[in-house]
């Protein structure tokens, strides 16, 4: 049984780039969450998605988007980098939305993304 | 606005003994916590979570206690192993409606 994964593992872009994160939700599950974390932060939300519609959005700039697939799988895309970007971007799955509120996130290893 | 503070950024134990990691809320509104654990290179996951209709959940060598008078959560770990030495995260919800909320970590670290 696949858990979630995420890829790439380790990436680094210069100011101004654009970079795309993916996800693969663990079996089962229907709904995406992404998370960031800066060092020495906790995970802050991003945004939530669930039947390919962005559901709840945290405070974040229109400079973050994302998207979902049929298939449940996920993409964050982050335009016009900044050196405060540079963190651990997480991918969690749940089943359902209030799954994500629950405590029943899995999640993935994360995206190291360093900007430069 | 802080709303989930792990005000300890570390806590050292010896093995055996208890640890005691704690963790202050400020909106009224969450009423499902949690804690998670994170080690280096891996995402979190989940440890063991309370409702506030409760003051206490155990499971196994962890147990969480919630004050809701005093806004404030506590997770023992007891007897502490080596393999406890992680980064654990509070998180809270006003369940079903809104997605956790993390505070900034605790790195326990069980000293053999």
């Known amino acids: 049984d696949a858990g979630v994964t995420q890829s790439p593992t380790h990436l680094i872009k210069t100011r101004g780039q654009q970079v795309t994160l993916r996800c693969s939700p663990k079996s089962g599950h229907d709904t995406v969450s992404w998370y960031q974390q800066a060092l020495g932060q906790g995970p802050q939300f991003i945004f939530q998605y669930y039947e390919e519609e962005e559901r709840q959005r945290g405070n974040f700039p229109d400079r973050f988007s994302g998207h979902q697939f049929p298939n449940y799988s996920s993409e964050l895309n982050v335009n016009a980098l900044l050196l405060g970007d540079s963190a651990l971007y997480l991918c969690?799955?749940?089943?359902?939305?209030?799954?994500?509120?629950?405590?029943?996130?899995?999640f993935g290893e994360g995206s190291r993304l360093t900007v430069l | 606005d802080q709303q989930v503070k792990q005000n300890s950024p570390s806590l050292s134990v010896q093995e055996g003994r208890i640890s005691i990691l704690n963790c202050d809320y400020t909106n009224s509104m969450f009423d499902y916590f949690l804690w998670y654990k994170k080690y280096p290179a891996e995402g979190p996951t989940f440890l063991i979570s309370?409702?506030?209709?409760?003051d206490k959940n155990e499971d196994g060598r962890f147990t969480v206690f919630l004050n809701k008078s005093a806004k404030h959560l506590s997770l023992h770990i007891v007897p502490s192993q080596p393999g406890d030495s992680a980064v654990y995260f509070c998180a809270a919800s006003d369940r079903g409606n809104t997605p956790l909320v993390f505070g900034k970590g605790t790195r326990l670290s069980v000293i053999a």
């Open positions: 309370i409702s506030s209709i409760k």
């Open positions: 969690a799955s749940s089943l359902g939305l209030a799954g994500g509120s629950t405590g029943e996130l899995f």
